[in-house]
């Protein structure tokens, strides 16, 4: 399988070890929500058909897929997306470096403590919500994140995500990078 041959568990090991070594709040918090088990981590042959249907009725162009995915269907869906999550299942594609395995899983569980019901309704809370994903990702690997970063990082949202730069540009988004201790 597609999966077995990039060594999607061993990877994900990896990317644990990496968030682990890592001491900024971000990575730790990672951990905990993958470790506390509030979230599974799942390969993308694993992906149910209404979470795969949930993210996608946004979409204009829907493509329709067999499930449990082939390994030429999760390569088709990878193109698209590396990484995804529904309640409370994180789905990552085969992916074969570890480093970045990490950083998709410090994307994603930022969704997820984010996440609220509508919060993906308008381009701009779309938007936001990319924004503070992918804002996690450089906080974590990135120890001189910038403004200057910040403005680059906007642009580069709206051009991967394919949404409009929202009329108040410099707005911060929303919500929550980490959690207390507890
Ligand atoms: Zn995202």
């Known amino acids: 399988m597609y999966e077995l041959r990039s ?17 900024h709040p971000i990575a730790q918090t990672t951990v905990a929500v993958i470790e506390g088990k509030e979230v599974q981590v ?27 995915l082939s390994p030429k269907d999760i390569k088709k869906i990878t193109e ?14 085969p992916i074969d470096d570890p480093l970045k395995f990490a950083s998709v899983l410090v994307h994603e569980v930022n969704h997820y403590i984010n996440d609220k019901e509508g919060n993906y309704e308008t381009d701009e809370q779309k938007f936001l919500e990319e924004l503070r ?23 580069t949202v709206a051009a991967n995500y394919d949404l409009p730069m929202p009329a108040t540009p410099n707005k911060l988004p929303p919500g929550i990078f980490t959690r207390p201790k507890r």
């Open 133 to 155: 994903a992918e804002m996690a990702e450089a906080l974590v690997f990135k120890p001189h994140f910038t403004r200057k970063n910040l403005k680059d990082l906007r642009e």
């Open 80 to 93: 698209d997306f590396i990484g995804f999550f529904r309640g409370k299942r994180i789905y990552i594609s």
């Open 7 to 23: 060594n999607w568990h061993g990877v994900f090991k990896k990317a644990l070890a990496i968030l682990k070594a890592n001491k």
């Open 42 to 68: 799942l390969p993308y042959s694993q992906m149910r058909i209404a979470d795969y249907n949930a993210g996608q009725k946004h979409k204009n162009k829907k493509k329709t897929f067999e499930f449990p």
